[in-house]
T-cell receptor, first 111, second 113 residues
């Protein structure tokens, strides 16, 4: 079945540092890939998505590129802020009804 | 504003009690979902519904029940058969069709007294 593996956390960075959170996937079809962000005590918010190979999703300075050859969708940001501290989830679906999530990566950004 | 609302934000359950979590959406989405999130873990699917009056079990449906009498509403009941109900419960919705984005509500935290 489909699955997502993402980098274990927690990740702690200083403000303005470069961020990478790795995500790799296994899928039988041609999935859409997503990054969601969860702030403490809240639901998940869609951060960005990509629906086909070589697509780049981007939002709020975050980017991720759908790499079919390496089955990866790594999340990057050039300069993190304290307000980026949250838990980040990589996810995929190829049916719309069966979304699979990674375990989440907690990011803490220190001033 | 379009979105998904969940209530209550916190819910306490006594031993042997059934409790119902509310989920309402005004996004005109056909599909709705319930997930359970345990600390430090990802989301696990409890139930989902593609259309009114129809729903399917997810990966961890035991001890839970749902109904879908209206397109906008998808309440989840945590029954007394669920022996470890303490968790964060998230409702989501999406358009029907393949590979659609799911949008989430703010969640309900269920605690056992």
């Amino acid at each position: 079945g489909n699955s997502v593996t993402q980098m274990e956390g927690p990740v702690t960075l200083s403000e303005e540092a470069f961020l990478t959170i790795n995500c790799t996937y296994t899928a039988t079809g041609y999935p859409s890939l997503f990054w969601y962000v969860q702030y403490p005590g809240e639901g998940l918010q869609l951060l960005l998505k990509a629906t086909k190979a070589d697509d780049k999703g981007s939002n709020k300075g975050f980017e991720a590129t759908y790499r079919k050859e390496t089955t990866s969708f790594h999340l990057e940001k050039g300069s993190v802020q304290v307000s980026d501290s949250a838990v980040y989830f990589c996810a995929l679906t190829d049916s719309g009804l069966d979304m699979r999530f990674g375990a989440g990566t907690r990011l803490t950004v220190k001033p | 504003d379009g979105g998904i609302t969940q209530s209550p934000k916190y819910l306490f359950r006594k031993e042997g009690q059934n409790v119902t979590l509310s989920c309402e959406q005004n996004l005109n989405h056909d599909a709705m979902y319930w997930y359970r999130q345990d600390p430090g873990q990802g989301l696990r699917l409890i139930y989902y519904s593609q259309i009114v009056n129809d729903f399917q079990k997810g990966d961890i449906a035991e001890g839970y029940s749902v109904s879908r009498e209206k397109k906008e509403s998808f309440p989840l009941t945590v029954t007394s058969a669920q022996k470890n109900p303490t968790a964060f419960y998230l409702c989501a919705s999406s358009n029907s069709g393949s590979r659609e984005t799911q949008y989430f509500g703010p969640g309900t935290r269920l605690l056992v007294l």
